[in-house]
């Protein structure tokens, strides 16, 4: 069954034609990054309209790079949600409008199903059951997957998102959004030593996560450094490691106890955090320890992207689920909990 994904939940457009026996054939990406930059992070008016200028030529390029015709295409996948409301239905309406033009079946998607199946994009995919840590701009979740749609929250950031507290870093040390990449490239070059910043929620039993604290102490820190006359280049990348070796620590911590409460010996990481390189760096040396093995998908997969819509959504498919005709989904809030497995697994 060959899928087009569609994904624009938030500030990319990305589209993509999975094939179910053949695998990954195209896959194009728009970023809005830098016209979001502007304004220090995503502009929900701005990102709607731009979904709607390049969203139909992204679909025609995938169709050209795969060299098929619309008329190949077997079915339409796109996110539904979470995200945000008029990106979203810029998605929906051109996946039910082509959909009910080409008489074929579509389908809305779980935009934190397509993160979590991304490694499934990979060489060697991983098999449930595993645990997964999803890490993105807006969620921070453990989720023990015992098969697509069958999930069980862990724990939870109970305010920001990993994402989230690295673009807010960002935007406190004066880098450029989204913030993620810029503070771990700045921290590259910070002392480990000079300062320790806390590990929230570590030192009690659970699986949840907070990081808007750790967020307040990084601004306290560059305040008293900016008025004890210090605040020089060295500083900033010293407050950006130690920024980045907290969060690290933290998601680390929680991932040790997820494998050992589960006993589970898969560990997948998804969503944009899941790029980084000091992450991967200590989970893998956790994993390593503990005879658990982590899989991750290659670095343009990890952030948004369509090939990973088209992945679920293909899956979903081709156990005859679809939406009903013309009722197309778009929503801002939903859990993943209340997903079901696809009929017939
Ligand atoms: P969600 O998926 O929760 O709806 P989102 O789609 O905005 O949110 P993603 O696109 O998955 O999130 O990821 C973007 C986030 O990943 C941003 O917050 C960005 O700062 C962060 N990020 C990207 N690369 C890195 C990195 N190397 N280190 C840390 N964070 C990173
Ligand atoms: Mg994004
Ligand atoms: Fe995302």
């Known amino acids: 069954m060959r899928v087009l994904g569609i994904e624009t939940s938030c500030d990319e457009t990305g589209v993509a034609i999975y094939d179910t026996d053949r695998g990954l054939l195209a896959d194009a990406l728009y970023s809005q990054i830098a016209m979001h930059a502007e304004y220090g992070g995503v502009v929900p008016e701005l990102a709607s309209r731009d979904h709607t200028r390049r969203l139909l030529p992204l679909i025609q390029q995938v169709l050209d790079d795969a060299g098929l015709a619309r008329g190949e295409l077997d079915a339409i996948a796109y996110t539904a949600g979470p995200g945000l409301?008029?990106?979203?239905?810029?998605?929906?309406?051109?996946?039910?409008?082509?959909?009910?033009?080409?008489?074929?079946?579509?389908?809305?998607?779980?935009?934190?199903?397509?993160?979590?199946?991304a490694p499934m994009l990979e060489a060697s995919p991983p098999d449930f059951p595993f645990v997964a840590l999803l890490v993105s701009g807006g969620h921070t979740q453990l989720v023990e997957v015992r098969g697509q749609g069958r999930y069980r929250l862990l724990g939870e950031s109970v305010d920001d998102a990993a994402g989230e507290a690295f673009d807010k870093t960002a935007k406190m040390l004066g880098l450029a959004y989204p913030g993620g990449p810029q503070v771990a490239?700045?921290?590259?070059?910070?002392?480990?030593?000079?300062?320790?910043f806390p590990r929230p929620m570590t030192d009690r039993p659970g699986l949840d996560f907070s990081f808007s604290g750790l967020k307040t102490h990084t601004l306290t820190t560059l305040r008293q450094l900016d008025q004890a006359g210090e605040l020089d280049e060295q500083a900033r990348a010293d407050v950006a490691r130690a920024f980045e070796e907290a969060?690290?620590?933290?998601?680390?911590?929680?991932?040790?106890?997820a494998l050992d409460d589960t006993g589970l010996k898969r560990l997948v990481m998804a969503g944009g955090v899941s790029a980084n390189a000091r992450l991967r760096e200590r989970l893998a040396h956790e994993a390593e320890k503990r005879g658990v093995?982590?899989?991750y998908p290659r670095g343009r997969f990890c952030t948004d992207n369509g090939a990973m819509i088209?992945?679920?959504?293909?899956?979903?498919?081709?156990?005859?689920?679809?939406?009903?005709l013309g009722q197309m989904k778009a929503v801002p809030r939903w859990p993943m909990e209340t997903l079901a497995a696809p009929t017939g697994t």
């Open 85 to 117: 409301v008029g990106a979203l239905m810029v998605g929906a309406s051109t996946a039910h409008g082509m959909a009910r033009a080409l008489d074929i079946p579509v389908l809305g998607v779980h935009h934190m199903e397509g993160h979590l199946m």
């Open 293 to 295: 093995r982590v899989y």
């Open 185 to 196: 490239g700045l921290a590259e070059s910070g002392d480990p030593k000079r300062f320790r």
């Open 247 to 257: 969060v690290v620590d933290t998601l680390v911590i929680k991932c040790r106890r």
């Open 310 to 324: 088209a992945l679920a959504g293909a899956r979903r498919l081709l156990a005859g689920e679809r939406d009903a």
